[in-house]
């Protein structure tokens, strides 16, 4: 068992400096993965060092199992932490580098023995023991830097962008074999990250992190469909969302006019009102978005504007275009897309699509009918 709670938890590096975590309160559960993510600097790796017990506490509480730790030594935390260098020593070998920190901790021999060989085995590092770090491959390392926290047999395991190091084809590899350990150990862990992939294939939640405060916390999809504000909305999905500053209609039916119009029709009247005759925030992600208005279906909204990028990923092509007020937007379309740099085009997207900020606080207007609720799901697997 293991639940971290953190209550109003703040960190001023030298006491009086800036506020690098400002009153973030958390509560992680036993066996959960959550994924604290967000830019460089938004303060995760401090919250993560003072979970560690590697930093100090400037105010608030932090706990674990229900008993207060702010003051308890690293070593006596029972938490194991993962970095991003894995800080293998090179001259052990891969056997020596596992059993390492528990003889430092004088834990019996054959007791020393016996965690290596399993968490070899579960790492698939039983082949590699006699190796030393210079012989293995990033992949590998890095699964002897995980295997060194299981040997602990920690109740809390912490990941500082453990994967930061690795090329793209092996994070998506260790990726996986990480989500597989999570399954397999269903200890308490808290990985972090800045990069969004990472966030949404791993966390059983994420906390999303700006500026040193939480932004929002959620199960990764929930984050994605219902964005808190336009940060949120902006740092999960790449492309990131669509914004428009526009126009609110004073009837409040529609946002926008010539080049970006949006229906409103999601959002209760008491939604609309205090925006009616006044600007909002517009959100649409990249992948509602068609060239095809019939894809669009009937009743939705449309963006004029001239094409300034055209990105073939292969699966898809990307279509930058700005619009005539200067805004640039991203449009993820099917691979056959055939636009030029220079076309004029109009983007449709259905009426489901779309989202609502207020304008001065970048808050999320929750529709009547979200954005998810609005689409049609695709059922597998169903006998006919
Ligand atoms: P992240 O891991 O999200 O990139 P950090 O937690 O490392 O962010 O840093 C949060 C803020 O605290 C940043 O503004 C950073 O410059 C500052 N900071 C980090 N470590 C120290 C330190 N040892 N002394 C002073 N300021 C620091
Ligand atoms: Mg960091």
């Not at 925006?275 to 009743?299: K, P, T």
């Not at 007020?325 to 009426?351: I, M, N, Q, S």
Request: aromatic share 6%.
């Amino acid at each position: 068992m293991a639940i971290v709670q953190l209550d109003n938890i703040c960190k001023r590096y030298g006491g009086s400096g800036p506020v690098a975590v400002d009153n973030v309160d958390i509560t992680i559960g036993d066996g959960e993965f959550m994924v604290l993510l967000g830019p460089s600097g938004c303060g995760k790796s401090t919250t993560l060092r003072m979970i560690a017990g590697l930093e100090d506490i400037s105010s608030g509480t932090l706990s674990i199992d229900g008993r207060v730790v702010n003051n308890v030594p690293a070593k006596d935390r029972d938490i194991a932490m993962v970095f991003q260098s894995y800080a293998l020593y090179p001259h052990m070998t891969v056997a020596e580098n596992l059993a390492f920190g528990l003889k430092r901790r004088r834990v019996p021999a054959a007791e020393i023995t016996r965690r290596v060989a399993d968490a070899a085995q579960i790492l698939g590092l039983s082949p590699l023991l006699e190796r030393k770090p210079h012989a293995l491959s990033g992949g590998q390392r890095q699964r002897v830097a995980l295997g060194r926290a299981m040997v602990r047999e920690p109740i809390v395991f912490l990941f500082d962008e453990p994967l930061s190091n690795l090329d793209a084809a092996l994070r998506v590899n260790t990726r996986n074999e990480l989500i597989r350990q999570h399954h397999r150990l269903a200890s308490t862990m808290i990985y972090v990250t800045h990069d969004q992939v990472e966030a949404m294939t791993m966390g059983t939640r994420i906390c999303v992190m700006n500026g040193g405060k939480v932004a929002q916390i959620g199960a990764p999809l929930d984050v994605y469909w219902h964005p808190a504000d336009t940060f949120v909305a902006r740092f999960l999905g790449a492309p990131p969302m669509n914004l428009f500053t526009l126009p609110v209609a004073t009837d409040g039916e529609r946002i926008g006019g010539e080049t970006v119009s949006g229906p409103l029709s999601r959002w209760s009247e008491a939604a609309r009102a205090p925006h009616m005759g006044r600007e909002a925030i517009f959100g649409v992600r990249a992948e509602d978005l068609h060239l095809d208005a019939a894809a669009a279906g009937a009743g939705g909204g449309s963006i004029r504007g001239r094409v300034f990028a055209v990105e073939p990923l292969g699966a898809e092509t990307l279509l930058a275009v700005e619009t005539e007020g200067g805004v640039e937007c991203t449009a993820r379309l099917p691979r056959d897309v055939t636009a030029r740099p220079g076309e004029l085009v109009e983007l449709h997207f259905p009426a489901s699509a779309g989202y609502l900020f207020d304008k001065a606080t970048g808050k999320a207007i929750p529709a009547q009918i979200s954005a998810v609720d609005a689409v049609p799901r695709h059922a597998i697997g169903t006998a006919q």
